[in-house]
């Protein structure tokens, strides 16, 4: 063998271990890269941005349901404090006769005894102005008892029966006609026991006007249970929403966090990932966004050193075939055997080539849908969406998709 055969055949030697590293190294480095790193980095963002956007959905929910929570705390509040004040009237309300009926007795018979002709709407008794029908002292006291107690009662109505009702409605355990029978029913409570009772139980303090206070207390306070119970319910069962959903939301802020670690594993990942080219000094949003054109990158260099061998065997041929040295080409084949260049010394050869090279391709298509899919890669440190670069690296893959499939072509010409 010549000077000239021995370099050609160094040099297809060299080409042929190059190719044939290429091939085996660049097939790892697209495996490790797309499927431990480019997959589970579109796997961690789609899980995190939907994540993200469960929570910006909820805080206004919770917001809301907060704010009602308090709204039904202060309601229950006011109405407490408002049948405790109405309790204490109606424990009071013996005494409060006793020193109201000498007044009202002075209206209509006067200090000496006789009896005093009223004019309209002339006497004011604890606030209240007797109307001028009533003519004796009776009527008057009567009148007075009847007074205080739809005063007292309508208070205890506007100032807790009605908003526990307004801040019921609509609940499944309380629906809306139900918030008015219970305002009606109390209503008709107090009406009905008043009406029960000796009109003339005032004259007596202990046998009338304390059992009367006694029975009002009770009427009132059983017609204001039912309600305070159902508020008390369904204030609980607001309170287990929230923290239910607080729950949710804090487990979803976890899962954020533990992507965001997850990322960075990623990035720690990709540090120990070499290519044929050795480490790429990149950032790991880098590597993705680059990913598509390092693929085309790899299968253009594929093609490109497969050409170079072909052609160096083919001259190696010419040349043993012009020196007559047509006895040693078994064995410069064995010396320069490619695995996967042509001539193919076994067929499965040929099909391991057609598999990586689809291989290839079919990775570099997925990488592009992926990149395509997913805007939140084009997003400027403003937070806003950067279509400069993201138009920029569309027409880079489209490009990069060219290049590979012109070299896969090539290839498959240069393996005929």
């Not at 729950?247 to 670690?261: G, R, S």
């Not at 001539?343 to 040929?350: D, L, R, W």
């Not at 499939?405 to 393996?415: F, K, P, Q, V």
Request: contains cysteine; proline residues 4%; charged residues 25%.
């Amino acid at each position: 063998m010549t000077e000239n055969h021995e370099m050609l055949l160094n040099d297809l030697r060299s080409l042929a271990k190059g190719f044939n590293r290429s091939l085996v190294v660049g097939m790892l480095f697209v495996i490790i890269g797309h499927f431990y790193v480019v997959e589970p980095y579109f796997k961690y963002i789609a899980q995190k941005n939907i994540l993200t956007e469960m929570l910006n959905e909820k805080e206004p929910l919770l917001r809301d349901m907060s704010k009602r929570q308090m709204e039904m705390a202060n309601v229950m509040e006011k109405a407490n404090l408002s049948f405790r004040k109405t309790e204490n009237d109606i424990y009071d309300f013996p005494n409060q006769l006793r020193k109201a009926l000498p007044k009202i007795k002075e209206v209509f018979e006067g200090g000496n005894g006789n009896i005093v002709v009223q004019s309209a709407s002339a006497e004011n008794i604890d606030d209240m102005y007797i109307p001028s029908n009533i003519k004796n002292y009776g009527d008057a006291v009567r009148w007075y008892i009847s007074e205080w107690l739809d005063r007292t009662t309508v208070s205890l109505e506007k100032q807790a029966i009605i908003p526990l009702a307004e801040q019921l409605k609509g609940a499944a355990f309380f629906p809306d006609d139900k918030s008015r029978v219970a305002v009606y029913n109390f209503r008709q409570n107090i009406n009905a026991y008043f009406g029960s009772v000796n009109p003339d139980f005032w004259k007596d303090y202990y046998g009338g006007k304390i059992p009367f206070a006694a029975g009002l207390r009770e009427v009132v306070k059983d017609s204001f249970k039912p309600m305070q119970e159902r508020f008390q319910v369904g204030n609980s069962q607001m309170r287990n929403k929230i923290e239910a959903l607080k729950a949710n939301m804090d487990n979803a802020q976890e899962a954020i966090i533990l992507h965001d670690v997850n990322l960075t594993k990623l990035s720690k990942r990709l540090e120990s990932l070499e290519s044929p080219i050795g480490k790429l000094p990149i950032e790991l949003k880098d590597f993705i966004m680059l990913f598509p054109l390092i693929l085309a990158g790899l299968i253009f260099n594929m093609a490109l050193v497969l050409k170079r061998c072909c052609r160096k065997r083919r001259l190696l041929w010419k040349e043993l075939e012009q020196k007559s040295e047509g006895n040693n080409k078994q064995n410069v084949w064995q010396l320069a055997e490619c695995w996967f260049a042509p001539p193919f010394t076994h067929k499965v050869n040929i099909v391991i080539l057609a598999a990586i090279i689809g291989f290839y391709l079919i990775i570099f298509f997925r990488a592009f849908m992926i990149q395509v899919g997913e805007p939140s890669l084009y997003i400027s440190l403003t937070g806003e969406k950067d279509m400069l670069t993201r138009f920029t690296f569309l027409t880079l893959y489209g490009l990069g998709g060219v290049v590979s499939i012109a070299s896969i072509l090539s290839i498959i010409r240069e393996t005929r």
